[in-house]
């Protein structure tokens, strides 16, 4: 009798893991900026055209920041991310000289002096050494995004994105 539901009990258990991380993978998706966190966020036009780090600078000797979706195109404003406000988004970090250090991750929003962390948002679309994430919405606008990562080794890499972010 124990036996049985002991073996129900996982059962459920195991069904209930499964609908969680669909829902996680595939539901409503990620709202990564509210209208609010957007609105304070949003760069101005003169913001927007001083651009940021071109990829050269931004390259550390640590883990190598690889975006597969949105893409990114090399600018004279540095990388920047030209995608509708709901996007896939799917990134690796690849290992250097160490292994990556995933828990080493800060992704943030910045605008001037000011900036949002949304490295807690994202951690349940952490896999591995990538973010998965579908339907992942942000308002539309042209924001600054930076991400910091670091291997084992302690060798970090920073890179600044310019995202313009299209109502659809």
Known sequence: MIWKASRLLIAAIIVCLTIVS?????????M???MDEAKELRLEDEEWEKGGMPK?????????????????????????IDSPSTMDLLVFFREGIAPVNMKSLN?????????????????????GQSIRANNVKIPSGRFKLEIKVADDDGNESVQEYMCEIRDK
């Open 32 to 34: 990564l900026l509210s």
């Open 56 to 80: 050269a600078l931004g390259y550390g000797i640590g883990p190598k920041i690889v975006f597969e979706s949105p893409k990114v195109k090399e600018t004279d404003k540095g990388l920047v």
């Open 107 to 127: 992704i943030k929003a910045k605008k001037g002096w000011f900036s949002k962390n949304l490295t807690k948002r994202l951690e349940p679309y952490l896999l």
């Open 22 to 30: 669909q829902a996680i993978l595939a539901g409503d998706g990620l």
